[in-house]
T-cell receptor, first 115, second 115 residues
Framework: SAVISQKPSRDICQRGTSLTIQCQVD?????MFWYRQQPGQSLTLIAT?????????ESGFVIDKFPISRPNLTFSTLTVSNMSPEDSSIYLC????????????FGPGTRLTVL | AQKITQTQPGMFVQEKEAVTLDCTYD???????LFWYKQPSSGEMIFLIY??????QNATEGRYSLNFQKARKSANLVISASQLGDSAMYFC????????????FGTGTRLTVIP
């Protein structure tokens, strides 16, 4: 399985600021996703990061709030913009090769607290 | 649309005993995949086991096995010989509708292993 790293591992931010989270994979992968896990909740997909084109966002998530870049097949960033305390969550990137039997592997997550 | 239901918010098991974590699902897809992930307190999501809808045998991975009952739409995780390190949240997940590559997650079960 791919080795996935995320930076930062955790951060405490002030409301109104923005934070960019990086996801790095040690091999080229077809699919990259960003998920959010609010405190005590399950994971919710934010968007699919598409290499060389705009990300595909799920209902309830917009590009102005969560801009995503994916310049190549091993790297992606998620920015949480104009943060509020409701954005306090664990943000996880995951990768896969696509297809019905594909297993998705997750990065270690970024634990964000917004004051 | 996909739906994953985990009805056990919390479970306790004695060390060295076996435990079953329940998961039921609903989908209109003919072909689908089911996954189980473990999330320790550190927040990372660890892939445990995968079951394809057309797999004739139940999946097994070391101490983990999946009790797949297609007619009942259930995919229960069985952990044998529980260890203290098994204490964590466990999430059942399935791929998005019509073969979409993202995952839908259940609400999770918190497992506590008692020494």
């Amino acid at each position: 399985s791919a080795v996935i790293s995320q930076k930062p591992s955790r951060d405490i931010c002030q409301r109104g600021t923005s934070l960019t989270i990086q996801c790095q994979v040690d091999s080229q992968v077809t699919m990259m996703f960003w998920y959010r896990q609010q405190p005590g909740q399950s994971l919710t997909l934010i968007a699919t990061a598409n290499q060389g084109s705009e990300a595909t966002y799920e209902s309830g998530f917009v590009i102005d709030k969560f801009p995503i870049s994916r310049p190549n097949l091993t790297f992606s960033t998620l920015t949480v913009s104009n943060m509020s305390p409701e954005d306090s969550s664990i943000y996880l990137c995951s990768v896969g090769t696509g297809g019905l039997t594909d297993t998705q592997y997750f990065g270690p997550g970024t634990r964000l607290t917004v004051l | 649309a996909q739906k994953i239901t985990q009805t056990q918010p919390g479970m306790f098991v004695q060390e060295k005993e076996a435990v079953t974590l329940d998961c039921t699902y609903d989908t209109s897809d003919q072909s689908y995949g089911l996954f189980w992930y473990k999330q320790p307190s550190s927040g990372e999501m660890i892939f445990l086991i995968y079951q394809g809808s057309y797999d004739e045998q139940n999946a097994t991975e070391g101490r983990y096995s999946l009790n797949f009952q297609k007619a009942r739409k259930s995919a229960n995780l069985v952990i044998s010989a529980s260890q203290l390190g098994d204490s964590a949240m466990y999430f059942c997940a399935m791929r998005g509708p019509e073969g979409a590559n993202n995952l839908f997650f259940g609400t999770g079960t918190r497992l506590t292993v008692i020494p």
